[in-house]
């Protein structure tokens, strides 16, 4: 029984920058535009219209698109693959950009150069004795397949992902440890733009998001990860696994209309899109949410087969804090799926995050309960506007705080009995946050000297933070050692 791995994680449009750099074409997260938050709303930074598309190709003076300039990465990747070596980290989840080996998502031969250059961070972190999972995608994809075929609503999404997925798995399958096909992939039924490409203003139907859009999306890439975990099951040694975000829901009270509720909420909001990767099918309940939303999914011949033969390794989750269902007030604010009721038992974050550590011990158990097949948090940390002191010092007490009491879970959770593969630092240096694209939302032991509008030296700093993380995962190893 192996140790659980202790690591990092990261995503290409919030790291790396340089967005004129090795030919990138553009894609979808090149094209949100940083704008100042007003109060929770991320919407109008997250859900893209066609003139949204149009301005971020013709930039107006004082534009800002965040995904542009990441945390300028690829400048600092050396000096990051240093600090996360110190850090003395198990495994790092990166992600790569389709359209820098792509840039259209659609040319006979990929980008040499770019393909080079993730050669060479591949390498590098090897060469720490980092163990690597690759998301094949964050989000970001190759804008000329929205302009063309309208995002993964459109099949020939798959043929064209499999083609990208055979490239990286011929040039980097030997340092391939975990491959997950989609990051969060139930981020397309909250956030169509950034899960599947969708345009709100293409896809509309009412004051929403046409559902038969996003299901026909969803469907193309439940189909896409399936074929992607077949290709790579013949050529690499790899374990694959899925991942969706956790959103651990809580029934308001004992009113078991609040519980059926949470029941409800809970099924198609998160267990769905596990249930079609990890248990290979469409779930029961899913044909009645079909009936009563007048949504027709087209499965072609061989779909289900496909889905059914094969399923993810490991079922991953990002968990940040829990969330409180209440029939009542669930009426007042339906579609809006990232406001939550106020947990009276919970302190919240400046971000109206409930942070809540037992949620993590609970959502762990409920999912290997459920598939029977190991865990891993592939994203958690603290999300907080860090503050750089005279002599560069960032005491970010906060979150050491924050990543005790959740790794303290962690453990009563395998104590439990559940089988966890490792644990993802979310953001573990600084990036732009993907919810509100701002740089002061900060989720890493490592510092980046940069504000929301790209300002600042980029210089890196370790915060307090990164000598707890240091000194935990030393312990953790000595532990198995003895």
Request: glycine share 8%; hydrophobic share 35%; with cysteine.
């Amino acid at each position: 029984n192996m140790r659980m791995l202790w690591g990092g994680a990261s995503a290409s449009s919030q790291y790396e920058g340089g967005f004129e750099l090795f030919n990138k074409g553009m894609d979808t997260q090149d094209c949100r535009r940083y704008i100042k938050r007003i109060d929770n709303a991320t919407t109008s930074t997250r859900l893209l219209t066609k003139a949204d598309i149009e301005r971020a190709k013709h930039p107006l003076d004082g534009d800002f698109f965040p995904g542009r300039k990441g945390s300028e990465g690829l400048l600092h990747i050396d000096e990051d693959i240093e600090y996360l070596s110190e850090l003395g980290i198990d495994i790092y989840r990166i992600s790569i950009a389709w359209s820098r080996i792509f840039p259209t998502g659609e040319e006979e031969t990929p980008n040499e150069e770019a393909l080079n250059m993730y050669g060479d961070i591949l390498k590098k972190l090897k060469s720490k004795g980092i163990k690597i999972y690759l998301s094949l995608t964050h989000y970001a994809l190759p804008l000329a397949l929205v302009e063309k075929y309208g995002g993964w609503k459109n099949r020939k999404l798959i043929d064209l992902y499999l083609k990208y997925a055979k490239v990286i798995f011929e040039r980097f399958g030997e340092y391939l440890d975990f491959v997950v096909p989609f990051n969060e992939i139930n981020t397309g039924f909250f956030s169509p733009f950034n899960g599947l490409g969708l345009l709100r203003d293409e896809n509309r139907k009412g004051s929403g998001y046409d559902l038969n859009d996003i299901f026909a999306g969803l469907h193309n890439q439940f189909i896409a990860s399936a074929k992607v975990i077949e290709l790579g099951k013949k050529m690499l040694k790899a374990s694959f696994g899925c991942m969706a975000a956790c959103f651990c829901y809580y029934g308001y009270s004992c009113n078991p209309l609040d519980q059926l509720k949470t029941l409800q909420y809970e099924q198609i909001n998160q267990w769905f899109f596990t249930d079609v990767l990890a248990a290979g099918e469409y779930p029961y309940y899913m044909k009645k949410y079909f009936r009563d939303n007048d949504i027709k999914v087209e499965f072609l011949p061989g779909d289900r087969e496909i889905l059914r033969n094969n399923t993810a390794d490991f079922v991953g989750f990002s968990y940040y804090q829990s969330n409180v269902c209440a029939f009542e007030e669930m009426e007042k604010t339906a579609g809006n799926l990232v406001v939550s009721t106020k947990n009276p038992y919970l302190k919240a974050n400046e971000w109206g995050w409930q942070i809540d550590p037992v949620g993590m011990r609970i959502s762990m158990n409920k999912i290997y309960d459920r598939y029977k097949k190991p865990v891993m948090i592939t994203e958690n940390s603290f999300g907080y506007n860090d503050v750089l002191e005279e002599g560069n010092i960032i005491n970010d007490d906060y979150r050491i705080q924050y990543l005790n009491d959740h790794f303290e879970q962690i453990k009563l959770a395998i104590d439990d009995g559940v089988e966890c593969l490792a644990y993802l630092l979310w953001g573990i240096v600084d990036i732009v946050s993907a919810g509100s694209l701002e740089m002061t939302k900060r989720y890493g032991v490592v510092y980046v000297d940069a504000d929301n509008l790209g300002n600042g030296t980029y210089k890196r700093y370790k915060k307090k933070s990164f000598k707890f993380y240091k000194e935990f995962i030393e312990k953790e190893k000595n532990v198995v050692k003895s």
